[in-house]
């Protein structure tokens, strides 16, 4: 069985959120802390009532509907054949005539502590010849499904207010956190040649002969990383999220980054966050024959919704 990777697939997605969006979702700061004066007005007094608690923790859930237009760098393998991949989505876009994906993602924050459980999952067709044959000799058609699921749990270890206004928007937060991302591709490879030819993996390929393989893989990323968010005003904010992990577990390395500019507003008893920005996810995997080494980036736009 040969086991693929497509060299380049495009992505439009339409979603309920992702990793990198929820760094937007954090709409609803910590309350502040007031003291009260209860001195009556016809005697003087230097002592003032105590504070009023600031209450029980807040629980907050965000979800985020977004686009992501995807593109891919790097280098797909398996059994020897090989493809590299230099193509961003609108260079893919007029290469693809199958291409559809679905992503979600759930936040929740308690108090100062934060989780998120987000999945990706993509199918495309595309023809790409492989870059370590003789050229115009052998085609690929690659059909492909793939998945990512990601969950985290972390803790808010800055949360900064930049006024003294209550409940201000103007403040700086940072997360940091621990999680997992769990890989899956299934790949349907077609092969076709005009002339003989033997493949990498030593079988023959006929003249005028196809050959249909299809082969799934799945393998587990650790990963730490840091996910900060700025209000600038109280409507406009910027996001940055960023991590790394494999650490040879799954990946040999793999790392995900993401930045981003939001306009924070509220709709009905809605807090919402209407953001752009860019996102990018590195895996180096490798296992009996089989290579994924890419980044997958692309620019993306989405409304945070959190209540």
């Known amino acids: 069985m040969l086991k693929l990777v497509p060299s380049t697939v495009a992505l439009a997605a339409v979603s309920l959120g992702v990793c990198s969006a929820s760094t937007f979702a954090q709409t609803s700061p910590q309350a502040t802390t007031a003291t009260v004066d209860t001195a009556a007005p016809q005697a003087e007094s230097k002592e003032s009532a105590p504070a009023i608690p600031s209450g029980d923790p807040k629980l907050e859930i965000a979800v985020t509907p977004f686009i992501w237009l995807v593109g891919f760098d790097g280098t797909v393998g398996v059994r020897g054949i090989s493809a590299d991949i230099n193509k961003n989505f609108f260079d893919i876009l007029d290469e693809t005539d199958h291409v559809f994906g679905l992503m979600g993602a759930v936040d929740v924050t308690y108090d100062r502590f934060v ?161 752009a920005g860019y996102r990018a996810i590195g895996q180096d995997y490798t296992d009996d024959g089989f290579t994924w080494d890419v980044v997958t980036h692309g620019p993306m736009m989405g409304l945070s919704f959190a209540f």
């Open 115 to 275: 989780f998120q459980l987000n999945g990706t999952w993509t199918t495309a067709e595309v023809n790409q010849e492989p870059a370590n044959v003789p050229a115009g000799v052998l085609d690929a058609n690659i059909r492909m499904d793939s998945s990512w699921v990601e969950l985290f749990a972390g803790y808010r270890v800055i949360d900064h207010a930049f006024d003294e206004a209550p409940r201000t928007k103007r403040r700086l937060t940072l997360d940091a956190f621990v999680g997992g991302r769990f890989t899956w591709i299934d790949s349907d490879f077609t092969v076709s040649t005009l002339v003989p030819i033997q493949l990498p993996d030593g079988s023959v390929l006929g003249a005028g002969a196809s050959r249909d393989i299809d082969e799934s893989e799945f393998w587990a990323d650790p990963f730490i990383g840091l996910r900060m968010d700025i209000g600038i005003t109280d409507n406009w904010n910027v996001g940055f999220r960023g991590d790394i992990g494999g650490f040879g577990t799954g990946s040999d390395f793999a790392w995900q980054a993401f930045g981003g500019l939001g306009y924070r507003f509220n709709f009905e008893t809605w807090s919402m966050n209407l953001f």
